[in-house]
């Protein structure tokens, strides 16, 4: 049975001014699964990718990392980084 790689429970973020940018987004990718997520330009996608990386933090909700919870105020955030691997869609490279 594949492992559980990442666990992602309940998740949301409010930006100020009450804007809800994630609301209750939950998953889990197993060892060796490819996942996509998809949806409409300001659905949220990039948001839920940022607080799983640790670059904003969720309002609410739970991300695990191989069973170890990753955002708690405690948690190593270079650690976690260090982990987990994000490609942003909009990049440039300097010499």
């Known amino acids: 049975m594949p492992e559980n790689v990442l666990t992602v429970t ?3 973020k409010i930006y ?3 804007v809800h940018a994630v609301r209750g987004v939950s998953f889990e990718v197993n060892e060796g699964e490819s996942v996509a997520i998809i949806g409409p330009s300001g659905g949220g996608k990039s948001t839920v990718l940022r607080c799983i990386n640790r ?3 969720p309002t609410e909700g739970v991300v695990r990392l191989r069973g170890e919870r990753i955002n708690t105020p405690g948690a190593d955030v270079n650690d976690v ?3 987990i691997g994000m490609a942003f869609q909009s990049f440039e490279l300097f010499a």
């Open 10 to 12: 309940d998740l949301h």
């Open 16 to 18: 100020a001014g009450g």
């Open 55 to 57: 670059l904003i933090e």
């Open 81 to 83: 980084r260090s982990r």
